[in-house]
């Protein structure tokens, strides 16, 4: 009875060990994930394209649409502080680009140049993606109201605040990203688990015969 502690110890220290290495093999993929594009890069980025040229609007924000709507969400987008990546929705959500597209917009009303993308199947696509539920209707009204407001900075600061109350939560995106990655990791340890009991069942059997 005592003879057989000692290769149960074994087979339960090399599988401790064999279950570290997963682990530390699980934190390296995610820090590869993360090692992507840099989360502050894409925020600037998006924010100087917002405020670009009013004919390349329309197919910019069918191209944001398309991103902010798409089922994969995998983190790709390095935060500096070394923390858990993000993907384009949590990144976009966290920059300026919707207010500054709202802004540029709502310029171009008040100066008396044509903004048709105000009104166009993109700016729509847009707007369902990036407003709150239920809140891209009044959304699509802020253009017009922010014009009307934009040389009255009071007024005009109220419509701005109505603009950011309309966007969707960043911080919400942000943890959503922070829990796909301690998924993913949580997935690599339980498959590191499974692998080392069935490796250390075959080992016991391999024993008693």
Do not use: M
């Not at 600037?44 to 649409?65: D, F, H, I, T, Y």
């Not at 709507?69 to 384009?88: M, N, Q």
């Not at 966290?94 to 709502?106: D, N, P």
């Amino acid at each position: 009875g005592g003879g057989g502690g000692g290769p149960r110890e074994f087979f339960a220290v090399r599988a401790a060990k064999w279950i570290g290495g997963v682990a530390q093999k699980a934190t390296a993929a995610i820090a590869r994930v993360a090692a992507g594009p840099s989360a502050q890069a894409l925020r600037s980025e998006l924010e100087a394209k917002a405020a670009g040229p009013p004919e390349a609007r329309p197919a910019l924000l069918s191209e944001w649409a398309r991103l902010l709507s798409a089922s994969d969400d995998t983190p790709r987008y390095e935060e500096p502080d070394g923390g858990s990546a993000l993907t384009f929705r949590a990144a976009f959500l966290g920059s300026q680009a919707w207010e500054i597209i709202f802004a540029a917009t709502a310029r171009e009303i008040a100066e008396g140049r044509t903004a048709a993308v105000a009104n166009g199947a993109a700016w729509r696509c847009f707007l369902r993606a990036v407003a709150v539920a239920g809140g891209e209707e009044l959304a699509g009204q802020l253009p017009e109201l922010l014009a009307e407001a934009w040389h009255f900075p009071d007024c005009r600061q109220r419509v701005e605040e109505g603009a950011v109350a309309l966007k969707s939560d960043a911080k919400h995106e942000v943890l959503r990203s922070h829990c796909t990655v301690a998924g993913s990791r949580a997935e690599e340890i339980r498959t590191g688990l499974r692998r080392a009991a069935a490796a250390g069942s075959a080992a016991g059997g391999g024993e008693g015969a």
